[in-house]
């Protein structure tokens, strides 16, 4: 069975930095193309990055040059680096496996963002 875990969420100050952390069980990441996704209150999910298995990655616009996907093979951990961070990046995350049926989501980690 996949299980997907987020952490790393939490209340930061506009401009700061967090690093989320999608704990992959069940399958190894390496072999899948897994994402981030987010929802702000009253809106529709929507995907932040995205990373292939053969690790193209990819950023929505609102994030690019502020966040990075990343992972750690040993570990099967997928990583969301986020930096400079705005009160519009305020959302729970979601880790998922792309492509996956069932939809594969974890719980959401939220992080707000505010002074």
């Known amino acids: 069975q996949v299980q997907l875990v987020e952490s790393g969420g939490g209340l930061v100050q506009p401009g700061g930095s967090l690093r989320l952390s999608c704990a992959v069980s069940?399958?190894?990441?390496?072999?899948?193309?897994m994402a981030w996704y987010r929802q702000a209150p009253g809106k529709e999910r929507e995907l932040v990055a995205y990373?292939?298995?053969?690790?193209?990655?990819n950023y929505a616009d609102s994030v690019k040059g502020r966040f990075t996907i990343s992972g750690d093979n040993n570990k099967n951990i997928v990583y969301l680096q986020m930096n400079s961070l705005k009160p519009e990046d305020t959302a729970v995350y979601y880790c998922?496996?792309?492509?996956?049926?069932?939809?594969?989501w974890g719980q959401g980690t939220q992080v707000t963002v505010s002074s």
């Open positions: 069940g399958i190894s990441f390496t072999t899948k193309s």
């Open positions: 998922h496996v792309e492509a996956s049926y069932p939809p594969i």
């Open positions: 990373i292939s298995s053969g690790w193209i990655k």
